[in-house]
C-alpha cells in the first residue's frame, strides 16, 4: 500500500507562519511585491498561493511565470532562514505513533502529497523529527506542479508506477480530497486543520485526530 500523507494541518499544526512570511519575502525579492490581504491556503500549492498574492500587488500572469523558478529559490532560501531549529512541537496528536506502526508493515509505502515546494516540505518534517519516514525522490510537492490534482499521479509514479487500488491519500482539507478523486484514489481524512468532519465528509473515512487516523489506516492496511 503506498500511503501518501499531506503535512500542514494532517502531519503538522500551526507551523506555516514562517512559510507564509518566506513566500512573501521571496514575492518582494523577486518581484518588488509587497501584496495586502490574504487568499485561500489550505489545500494549494505554494505557487497557486504566490500568484493570488501577486495578483494582489499588480504581478500579472506573464511576469509572475517569467520569475517563477527564481521565486522558487527565493522560498526555498528564505524557509531555510526562517524554519525554526526544531518543529517537534508542531507534530499533531497521534502522528509520530502512527508513523511508526505504520512504517514497521510490510508493503507498506510512505510517501508525501503536498503543496508545499519539495525542499520546504523535507525541512519542515526533518525538522520536525519524522523525515526519516519519507524517502528521497519520493512524493509529489507544489514545485512539481502548480495544480495540486496533479500531485497524486506524479507520486503514484516515482513510487514505481503505483496501482490507484493500492494507493491512499491522507490529507485535512476539500482539496485534498479533491485531489486524490482526480486520480481515481482512496481518501482518509482528520480533522486537525482549518475543516471540520462535516467538510470532510466526502473522503472514505474521516479521523478527528491521529490517534483515530491510526485505526482508519489499520482497518485499510488489514482489508
Known sequence: MLLLFDIDGTLLLR?????????????????GARPQGRVAAAGRTDTAIARDLAALAGVDAARFDAGLEEFKAACNEAFAARCPASLGEH??????????EVAGRDAVRLSLVTGNYEEIARRKLDRAGIGHHF??????????????DELPAIARARAGGYPRERTVVIGDTPLDIACARADGLRVLAVATGSFGAEELRDADGVAADGFELAELLRRELDG
Open 15 to 31: 507551523a506555516s507562519a514562517d512559510h507564509a512570511a518566506a513566500l512573501r519575502e521571496a514575492l518582494e525579492r523577486v518581484y
Open 91 to 100: 507534530l499533531a496528536p497521534g502522528v509520530a505513533q502512527l508513523l511508526d
Open 135 to 148: 524517502g528521497a525522490g519520493q512524493g509529489g510537492f507544489g514545485s512539481d506542479s502548480e495544480h495540486r
